[in-house]
Every structure is written in structure tokens, then in C-alpha cells.
């Protein structure tokens, strides 16, 4: 199917291994119709030949910022105007790193200062040094400046070794550009109720008990959810996010104010999604007046927490289909598995948050989705990507199973 009719997309090649993907990349965006033209890195050329990329796409591969037939017509700034969508794919840590530094020192740095088309990039590297603090801390530059990450994944590298850097699957990237150009409009006429971040429980005027929750996997969901067409509710505790476009969002602090948010609304809602990390308990009374120290030893007196996302998924009117999440230390099946049978949801999400590459203040995400009659796991990539993926399989069990 075309979904990507008449898109013009520039695919930026660069010098990693993962650069034979870009054969089928470009093929696979053919057949989704798109136009493609390939500029390479010289390193890249030594991993792939710019004439099977020529072959492929149907045009002449760019690869030299100052050649003297194509600058004629001042070819980087052509290729700049022309393109609808800049793809870099492999995207290696040197180029990330120019890119960050807004350095032009090639045509495809030079394309990417000059286009104000949207810039995707997707890492390929070894597990090391995609962990690296000056590679994270360049990914980070980009993202505030717009740049989208497409991944990377997690698996066995060329080198030997096991872990994330990866470069996403050919029909992975397409799929992120179709949600791109082309966004789905699948949840047209949905409402969707979501929480997400920590919530803090005070002690005092000065000081609560919290947790370490960033709330970037529900802001994930609830903004690819709202790109999909759903109306999108997010109650939200204190977080530094900005609010997705298209967003409703209701900021609450406490347990008992982002429960007394959900229950006054997900009786109107299609699905609720509990991405937040709720506190458990909660100080039995809150001092009126900042507690003062001095005692060697302070003992605190904590009482339960409503349990909100069981309360909805027993509710006996107008329930919604109703998914948890499970952030765990150890032994992940067995609490997720017990926790979705004890507050009977349709679907639980497990996530490892021991993993640094994973959780709480990651990019990055992987989840084990269990129900009652089976399991899937999504492996790690972007939060971003992740949140089409979660979507897709409760959508899946939505209109399989669920009966409102």
C-alpha cells in the first residue's frame, strides 16, 4: 500500500556496518511509494557501493559537498528545499556528534543545516559507545532541537557484543516515517485516559515522599495516541515535560488528587492507560508547620493509597478497557502476571527498571505485555516508537476481546 505516495525523503548513509540496511530501506520505501534520494558519507562507501544505492532508488547517489556539476546549481541547497523528510540511517556517533555541534563540514551536515524539512536519525553503534555520556549527551542537543531518534535496538552486534545500538529493522524505519508524513487516523472517535509520573506525598510544607518516575513513557503514549486521532485525556504529576499537542492535561500532585481526577472521568473514557507511578502510601497526617530536625531518629506513621487503577477495572458501569503497568526490580513475570490477576486488568505492561539503559529517566524503553491468555514482549527502542507499538497490541486486544 502507498502510504508515502509523492514523499520526498533524503536518506543520509553514514559509515557503519548497518549501512547494507539501507538497500532494503530503500526499497521498502519505494514500494510505499515515497521518492528517495541517497546522500552518502565517504566512510559509507566502504561499507556499501553508491551504485547498488543509485540501482535502488533510481537516482544518482550525492556524495561530494563540493562537486563541481552539482554545486553548479548549488545541489546541497536543492537537495535541502527538495526533501520532505531527512533520514539519517545508519546514523554513527561521529555524525551525531557534528550534527549536535552544528558542524558542516560535509554535504549531508551541510543538507541537514540548510533543509527545513523534519530530521530523523537512527543510531547505529557499539553497545559502549551509544552509552557513552558525550554520545547521550549529543542525542540529547538533538532531541531539543527537534531531531527525532529513532531507536536504536537492542541485540547481538558485529563486533560480539550484546546490547543497544542496533539499528532499527528497515520496516521499523518505515513505519516511523508513515507515522511521520503520513500519520494513522486509527483512533478517530476513541477517548483515551491516561496517567502519568510520580506523585508526591507531603511530609510537610517543604518536604514529600516520591519516586523517581520521569512520566516520559505516558507522555509517549498519550501524545502517539492523540497523533492517531484519539481524544486524549493525561492526568499528570509533577513533571518537566511540555504537554503533546492535541493533549487535554490535568496536573495533580498527590495519590489522592490524581485518583479523585480519574474516577470523576473514566466513566467517559474507551480505554484508560495507568502509566503513572503512584505512590503506595502516604503520610498518615502532614505537618502544618516545616518539621525540624534534631532527633536522631524520626519515625513516620504511612497509610495506604487508594488502589486507582484496581478501582477502575472493577468497576460494574461503563468500564473502560483498562491497562496497568508493572515497574519491577526482579521477578517480573511472576509480579507482573499476579498483579494483573489481582486488579482483574484487561492488560499489564512490565518493564525492568534495574536496566539504566530502560525506565524511569531512559529515551529509551522495552515492555513484556501480559493478559490473561498469552504474553508478547516489545524489545527496547525509543519511548517515542514504543508507544505506536503498545498501541497497536492493545488496540489488537481491544477489538478482539473487549466488550463495553
Same mark, same amino acid.
Given at each position: 500500500?502507498?502510504?508515502? $505516495?509523492?514523499?520526498?525523503?533524503?536518506?543520509? *548513509?553514514?559509515?557503519?556496518?548497518?549501512?547494507?540496511?539501507?538497500?532494503?530501506?530503500?526499497?521498502?520505501?519505494? #514500494?510505499?511509494?515515497?521518492?528517495?534520494?541517497? *546522500?552518502?558519507?565517504?566512510?559509507?562507501?566502504?561499507?556499501?557501493?553508491?551504485?547498488? /544505492?543509485?540501482?535502488?532508488?533510481?537516482? %544518482?547517489?550525492?556524495?561530494?559537498?563540493?562537486?563541481? +556539476?552539482?554545486?553548479?546549481?548549488?545541489?546541497?541547497?536543492?537537495?535541502?528545499?527538495? +526533501?520532505?523528510?531527512?533520514?539519517?540511517?545508519?546514523?554513527?556517533?561521529?555524525?551525531?556528534?557534528?550534527?549536535?555541534?552544528?558542524?558542516? #563540514?560535509?554535504? =549531508?551536515?551541510?543538507?541537514?543545516?540548510?533543509?527545513?524539512?523534519?530530521?530523523? !536519525?537512527?543510531?547505529?553503534?557499539?553497545?559502549?559507545?551509544?552509552?557513552?555520556?558525550?554520545?547521550?549527551?549529543? @542525542?540529547?542537543? =538533538?532531541?531539543?532541537?527537534? *531531531?527525532?531518534?529513532?531507536?536504536?535496538?537492542?541485540?547481538?552486534?558485529?563486533?560480539?557484543?550484546?546490547? @543497544?545500538?542496533?539499528?532499527?529493522?528497515?520496516?521499523?524505519?518505515?513505519?516511523?516515517?508513515?507515522?511521520?508524513?503520513? %500519520?494513522?487516523?486509527?483512533?478517530?472517535?476513541?477517548?483515551?485516559?491516561?496517567?502519568?509520573?510520580?506523585?508526591?506525598?507531603? =511530609?510537610?510544607?517543604?518536604?514529600?515522599?516520591?519516586?523517581?518516575?520521569?512520566?516520559?513513557?505516558?507522555?509517549?503514549? $498519550?501524545?502517539?495516541?492523540?497523533?492517531?486521532?484519539?481524544?486524549?485525556?493525561?492526568?499528570?504529576? %509533577?513533571?518537566?515535560?511540555?504537554?503533546?499537542?492535541?493533549?487535554?492535561?490535568?496536573? !495533580?500532585?498527590?495519590?489522592?488528587?490524581?485518583?479523585?481526577? *480519574?474516577?470523576?472521568? !473514566?466513566? /467517559?473514557?474507551?480505554?484508560?492507560?495507568?502509566? +503513572?507511578?503512584?505512590?503506595?502510601?502516604? %503520610?498518615?497526617?502532614? &505537618?502544618?508547620?516545616?518539621?525540624?530536625?534534631?532527633?536522631?531518629?524520626?519515625?513516620?506513621?504511612?497509610?495506604?493509597?487508594?488502589?486507582?487503577?484496581?478501582?477502575?477495572?472493577?468497576?460494574?458501569?461503563?468500564?473502560?478497557?483498562?491497562?496497568?503497568? $508493572?515497574?519491577?526490580?526482579?521477578?517480573? +513475570?511472576?509480579?507482573?502476571?499476579?498483579? =494483573?490477576? #489481582?486488579?482483574? /486488568?484487561?492488560?499489564?505492561? &512490565?518493564?525492568?527498571?534495574?536496566?539504566?539503559?530502560?525506565?524511569?529517566?531512559?529515551?529509551?524503553?522495552?515492555?513484556?505485555?501480559?493478559?490473561?491468555?498469552?504474553?508478547?514482549?516489545?524489545?527496547?527502542?525509543?519511548?517515542?516508537?514504543?508507544?505506536?507499538?503498545?498501541?497497536?497490541?492493545?488496540?489488537?486486544?481491544?477489538?478482539?476481546?473487549?466488550?463495553?
Amino acid at each position: 500500500m502507498a502510504n508515502l $505516495a509523492g514523499k520526498k525523503i533524503v536518506l543520509g *548513509v553514514t559509515g557503519s556496518i548497518a549501512a547494507y540496511k539501507a538497500a532494503e530501506l530503500v526499497r521498502r520505501l519505494r #514500494d510505499s511509494g515515497a521518492v528517495v534520494r541517497v *546522500v552518502m558519507t565517504p566512510a559509507a562507501t566502504a561499507f556499501i557501493t553508491p551504485l547498488t /544505492l543509485q540501482a535502488l532508488s533510481g537516482y %544518482p547517489v550525492s556524495q561530494d559537498l563540493l562537486d563541481p +556539476a552539482a554545486e553548479a546549481a548549488m545541489g546541497h541547497i536543492a537537495l535541502a528545499k527538495w +526533501a520532505d523528510l531527512v533520514l539519517i540511517a545508519p546514523a554513527t556517533a561521529a555524525v551525531l556528534a557534528r550534527l549536535a555541534c552544528g558542524l558542516a #563540514d560535509d554535504l =549531508l551536515t551541510t543538507l541537514c543545516l540548510a533543509t527545513t524539512a523534519p530530521i530523523a !536519525v537512527a543510531p547505529a553503534m557499539n553497545q559502549q559507545m551509544y552509552q557513552a555520556s558525550a554520545t547521550q549527551h549529543n @542525542l540529547q542537543t =538533538l532531541i531539543q532541537q527537534g *531531531v527525532s531518534l529513532w531507536g536504536p535496538g537492542e541485540g547481538s552486534q558485529a563486533c560480539g557484543d550484546q546490547g @543497544l545500538g542496533r539499528l532499527l529493522e528497515p520496516a521499523g524505519l518505515v513505519a516511523e516515517i508513515e507515522q511521520l508524513l503520513a %500519520p494513522r487516523n486509527d483512533l478517530q472517535g476513541m477517548r483515551w485516559l491516561l496517567t502519568a509520573g510520580p506523585t508526591q506525598e507531603a =511530609l510537610d510544607p517543604v518536604r514529600f515522599i516520591s519516586n523517581h518516575s520521569s512520566g516520559k513513557m505516558g507522555f509517549a503514549v $498519550a501524545q502517539a495516541a492523540a497523533a492517531r486521532g484519539a481524544a486524549v485525556t493525561l492526568i499528570s504529576g %509533577p513533571v518537566a515535560l511540555a504537554t503533546p499537542p492535541g493533549v487535554h492535561r490535568v496536573g !495533580v500532585t498527590s495519590a489522592l488528587e490524581m485518583s479523585a481526577a *480519574v474516577m470523576e472521568r !473514566v466513566q /467517559l473514557q474507551d480505554l484508560f492507560v495507568a502509566c +503513572a507511578a503512584v505512590a503506595d502510601y502516604r %503520610p498518615k497526617s502532614c &505537618a502544618p508547620q516545616k518539621l525540624k530536625s534534631g532527633e536522631p531518629i524520626m519515625t513516620l506513621t504511612l497509610v495506604k493509597n487508594p488502589d486507582m487503577v484496581a478501582q477502575v477495572a472493577q468497576l460494574q458501569e461503563r468500564r473502560p478497557y483498562t491497562v496497568g503497568f $508493572a515497574a519491577e526490580t526482579e521477578q517480573l +513475570a511472576r509480579y507482573a502476571r499476579a498483579k =494483573l490477576l #489481582d486488579k482483574q /486488568l484487561d492488560l499489564i505492561c &512490565a518493564n525492568d527498571i534495574s536496566r539504566v539503559d530502560q525506565g524511569f529517566h531512559s529515551e529509551t524503553n522495552a515492555l513484556h505485555l501480559y493478559w490473561s491468555q498469552g504474553e508478547k514482549r516489545l524489545p527496547l527502542t525509543s519511548k517515542s516508537q514504543l508507544a505506536h507499538q503498545l498501541i497497536d497490541e492493545i488496540m489488537q486486544h481491544y477489538h478482539a476481546n473487549y466488550r463495553p
